[in-house]
């Protein structure tokens, strides 16, 4: 992961020294202005006090780390930023009349990134440093870094680094950063569950994370990548546990085709809890199984895409899904193209909705296709930048709406919409291609 430098906003205080509330009525000019005060202020502080940090003929106290370096700092400075500090330097503790203080729970990077934030305000932050500058920030209190690196991780963190992190926070016992790791978990819960890493969860951490109802994935999902789970571990844990682990699964959230096709063939779906869901949708007003089956998931697909043409369509998301809009001001001839990532495997196919509407009747058509080849630099055509292998072609009507699938047959993937199919080989990525001629139209596109 790239690193990022963050800067902690400067509140407005007024003489007194408290938050100004009161200007919030002022003009918009005059919120401008103040906006580049602060942020000039900020530069001022940055330039003045971080050349200190440097300047070792100022320092009046000096920390001796873990890893047997000297950092040298002021007192006045850190104490300021830091209640611990402050405690530490100007309380009754021992450490208040000493010139050396030793930290041995704080390394060198860890302890120049917090006084580099003292001093500045700003942090240089990654992956790699984020959970010794959680502990470093809230060991030493310092509230504002803390919020920082908290958003850092709600936004910034990838799949892939969670799960080393999710280990610490485990192995030293840091609930707050345990807790903050389940959060990103459930809301990364589909990018999560196809990780390879998510067979290695421990039980109690697997059943923390099926309980909650704020997992971002379908249930059929989740069930397959239990089953996963369960064959990666099934030496190690005890049957009993096991059985906990398949009545988190929320049965009747998956739809009747999967659970008779998909979840009755592994044989490892709880038999009462898998009765009660076909009974569900059979007779919903009827169910007399476990309420907590039926709570919904926060499930809200997250879209991968990329916009081909962006000079010809613009691409936005929508609580329902994806708005494909072809620009109405181009006057150029070529077409406008938009691919979306899916992920089909065996058991599971993809299924998908498609909404289209024209404001003409111009030969206009649509494309749902699966397969996607981009030129080359050398062969770059600003009209037509790549070609369109196979597909379905939607065309003759100025407004449709239809539902299609999307599956994996052996070597091959199979695109079907009604009862037209396409069958294209398996490549690395699958796409589904919208692919629009006609100006001043719209897709409204949604997964199932």
């Given at each position: 992961?790239?690193?990022?430098?963050?800067?902690?906003?400067?509140?407005?205080?007024?003489?007194?020294?408290?938050?100004?509330?009161?200007?919030?009525d002022?003009?918009?000019?005059?919120?401008?202005?103040?906006?580049?005060?602060?942020?000039?202020?900020?530069?001022?502080?940055?330039?003045?006090?971080?050349?200190?940090?440097?300047?070792?003929?100022?320092?009046?106290?000096?920390?001796?780390?873990?890893d047997?370096?000297?950092?040298?700092?002021?007192?006045?400075?850190?104490?300021?930023?830091?209640?611990?500090?402050?405690?530490?330097?100007?309380?009754?503790m021992?450490?208040?009349?000493?010139?050396?203080?030793?930290?041995?729970?704080?390394?060198?990077?860890t302890?120049?990134?917090?006084l580099?934030?003292?001093?500045?305000?700003?942090?240089?932050?990654?992956?790699?440093?984020?959970?010794?500058?959680?502990?470093?920030?809230?060991?030493?209190?310092?509230?504002?870094?803390?919020?920082?690196?908290?958003?850092?991780?709600?936004?910034?963190?990838?799949?892939?680094?969670?799960?080393?992190?999710?280990?610490?926070?485990?192995?030293k016992?840091?609930?707050?950063?345990?807790?903050?790791?389940?959060?990103?978990?459930?809301?990364?819960?589909?990018e999560v569950?196809?990780?390879?890493?998510?067979?290695?969860?421990?039980s109690?951490?697997?059943?923390?994370?099926c309980?909650?109802?704020?997992?971002?994935?379908?249930?059929?999902?989740?069930?397959?990548?239990?089953?996963?789970?369960?064959?990666?571990n099934?030496?190690?844990?005890?049957?009993?546990?096991?059985?906990?682990?398949?009545?988190?699964?929320?049965?009747?959230?998956?739809?009747?085709?999967?659970?008779v096709?998909?979840?009755?063939?592994?044989?490892?779906?709880?038999?009462?809890?898998?009765?009660?869901?076909?009974e569900?949708?059979?007779?919903?007003?009827?169910?007399?199984?476990?309420?907590?089956?039926?709570?919904?998931?926060?499930?809200?697909?997250?879209?991968?895409?990329?916009?081909?043409?962006?000079?010809?369509?613009?691409?936005?998301?929508?609580p329902?899904?994806?708005?494909?809009?072809?620009?109405?001001?181009?006057?150029?001839q070529?077409?406008?193209?938009?691919?979306?990532?899916?992920?089909?495997?065996?058991?599971?196919?993809?299924h998908?909705?498609?909404?289209?509407?024209?404001?003409?009747?111009?030969?206009?058509?649509?494309?749902?296709?699966?397969?996607?080849?981009?030129?080359?630099?050398?062969?770059?055509?600003?009209?037509?930048?790549?070609?369109?292998?196979?597909?379905?072609?939607?065309?003759?009507?100025?407004e449709?709406e239809?539902?299609?699938?999307?599956?994996i047959?052996?070597?091959?993937?199979?695109t079907?919409?009604?009862?037209?199919?396409?069958?294209?080989?398996?490549?690395n990525?699958?796409?589904?291609?919208?692919?629009?001629?006609?100006?001043?139209?719209?897709i409204?596109?949604?997964?199932?």
């Open positions: 992961m790239s690193e990022e430098t963050t800067t902690a906003p400067l509140a407005k205080r007024s003489r007194s020294g408290r938050t100004d509330a009161s200007r919030a002022k003009t918009s000019s005059t919120a401008e202005l103040s906006t580049s005060t602060s942020m000039q202020a900020s530069t001022w502080c940055s330039t003045t006090f971080g050349p200190l940090l440097e300047d070792s003929s100022t320092h009046d106290i000096v920390f001796k780390t873990s047997g370096d000297s950092v040298g700092a002021h007192r006045l400075i850190v104490a300021a930023g830091s209640p611990v500090f402050r405690a530490m330097l100007y309380g009754n021992r450490e208040s009349s000493q010139k050396e203080i030793d930290l041995p729970t704080t390394d060198t990077e302890l120049n990134k917090l580099t934030f003292l001093y500045t305000g700003k942090v240089d932050v990654d992956s790699d440093c984020i959970v010794q500058l959680l502990e470093g920030a809230h060991y030493f209190d310092i509230a504002s870094l803390v919020t920082i690196l908290v958003d850092f991780f709600r936004k910034s963190l990838m799949v892939k680094d969670i799960f080393p992190i999710l280990e610490i926070s485990i192995d016992s840091f609930d707050w950063l345990f807790e903050l790791c389940l959060e990103f978990m459930y809301n990364h819960a589909e569950a196809h990780d390879e890493n998510f067979r290695s969860l421990s109690k951490v697997l059943i923390s994370f309980k909650s109802s704020d997992l971002n994935i379908r249930e059929n999902d989740l069930f397959l990548a239990v089953v996963e789970w369960y064959k990666h099934q030496d190690q844990v005890p049957e009993t546990v096991v059985k906990i682990v398949f009545q988190e699964i929320r049965y009747p959230l998956i739809p009747t085709s999967d659970l096709n998909v979840v009755r063939p592994t044989k490892m779906a709880d038999p009462g809890l898998y009765t009660a869901a076909l569900y949708h059979l007779f919903p007003d009827k169910y007399e199984g476990p309420q907590n089956q039926i709570i919904p998931r926060k499930y809200q697909p997250r879209y991968l895409y990329k916009n081909v043409t962006p000079g010809f369509v613009d691409v936005s998301e929508s329902e899904g994806l708005v494909i809009t072809r620009n109405h001001h181009m006057t150029r070529g077409y406008a193209l938009c691919l979306v990532q899916v992920q089909p495997t065996e058991q599971r196919p993809v998908f909705k498609i909404a289209f509407k024209f404001r003409s009747h111009n030969g206009h058509h649509v494309l749902v296709t699966r397969s996607y080849l981009q030129y080359s630099d050398s062969v770059r055509n600003d009209l037509y930048p790549g070609e369109v292998i196979g597909g379905i072609d939607l065309a003759k009507q100025w449709c239809c539902v299609g699938t999307v599956s047959r052996g070597e091959s993937v199979v079907t919409i009604g009862d037209v199919s396409k069958v294209t080989p398996i490549e990525e699958i796409y589904l291609c919208l692919h629009m001629y006609e100006p001043n139209a719209e409204r596109f949604s997964f199932l």
